[in-house]
């Protein structure tokens, strides 16, 4: 019988129970006892976080390599384990304290370089891979309002969203929402049915894999922690609401930096997602336009405690 440690963190946050919960499961050292990808998904199932990371025996001392999954499937990149991982092994791992120097996670998206923003407050930003994709496709208000009818009356009935890829695999829809009253209204979807991708007309050929989040959208919102103005965001998946989503706030960054922003220059976005569920969440994302107007840098940035640790059974291997 094949136990593996875990421990589970508390991700975009500097407070225990805030934030977006991550299961962070360490895979055996011997490979004759190494997982199946089935193995992990049964796993992550059941933790039932929005995201369980499976980190790999370290074989370089610079580079960890973890799997990314969500109950429904695994996915390349997500942003709050992105964050998860880069402040366990940054900060909070044992190791730390003995010099670790890992520099970079490899994900199924690619390399991703970590480092420490803040040492006082222990922020960490990771380097997204990226592979950005404006869908020639947008989501209809037809389509909105079959999943989300509450927020009918902020819309007029000729309105469509876009269609946002940060990677192949990872996708949103914005929404733009006028005010926090309107955020407020906002629930998950009726029947709790997700925005079809496979059998789906939403994304391009080629772009048909992953999730497609819905993501809603508030700008300009004075912020009583931060005393500034921040972006107010709520994320639906279904039946499921996710107090921090790394990946869409990143989709959103790049997108708005795409389609607004000043090419050759820097932007910086501030997030605060989850207030809504009593898990206040930061998000920082930092983008780089080029001057033919192509993303050159996604820079993701949070913070993360850890609330548990033990072990849990790996499953039978089918």
């Known amino acids: 019988m094949t136990q593996l440690r875990f421990v589970t963190l508390d991700v975009f946050t500097l407070k225990a129970y805030g934030g977006n919960p991550l299961a962070v499961v360490f895979l055996p050292e011997d490979e004759s006892t190494a997982l199946t990808q089935s193995q992990k998904h049964i796993i992550t199932k059941e933790f039932n976080l929005s995201e369980t ?8 001392s610079s580079k960890r390599t973890i799997d990314i999954f969500t109950i429904e499937c695994e996915i390349p990149f997500a942003g709050h384990p992105t964050i998860g991982a880069a402040s366990w092994f940054l900060c909070l791992a044992p190791e730390v304290a003995a010099g670790s120097n890992v520099t970079s996670l490899v994900t199924k998206s690619g390399e991703i370089p970590i480092s420490i923003t803040d040492a006082a407050t222990q922020a960490v930003s990771a380097r997204i891979a990226h592979n950005t994709r404006i869908h020639a496709s947008r989501l209809s208000i037809k389509d909105l309002l079959y999943y989300h009818p509450s927020v009918a009356p902020f819309f007029a009935s000729d309105v469509s969203f876009p269609l946002f890829s940060i990677v192949n695999g990872m996708s949103q829809t914005f929404i733009e929402l006028p005010s926090l009253e309107a955020l407020a209204t906002v629930t998950t979807a009726t029947g709790g049915e997700l925005v079809p991708v496979q059998n789906g007309n939403h994304l391009d050929e080629g772009w048909k894999n992953g999730l497609i989040c819905v993501y809603f959208f ?39 930096t795409l389609t607004e922003g000043q090419a050759g220059e820097e932007h910086k976005f501030h997030v605060v997602q989850g207030v809504e569920m009593g898990r206040r969440s930061d998000i920082g994302v930092k983008t780089t336009l080029s001057k033919d107007r192509v993303i050159e840098e996604v820079i993701l940035t949070g913070t993360a405690v850890q609330v548990s640790e033990g072990k849990i059974i790996a499953p039978d291997s089918e």
Do not use: C, N
């Not at 990371?53 to 370089?60: Q, S």
């Not at 107090?243 to 790049?254: I, K, N, W």
């Open 53 to 60: 990371i499976f980190v790999h025996p370290a074989r370089d």
């Open 218 to 256: 508030v700008r300009d919102v004075y912020d009583d922690v931060t005393k500034q103005k921040v972006i107010r965001t709520r994320m639906m998946l279904g039946q499921f609401e996710d107090p921090a989503t790394g990946s869409s706030a990143s989709g959103l960054a790049a997108y708005l």
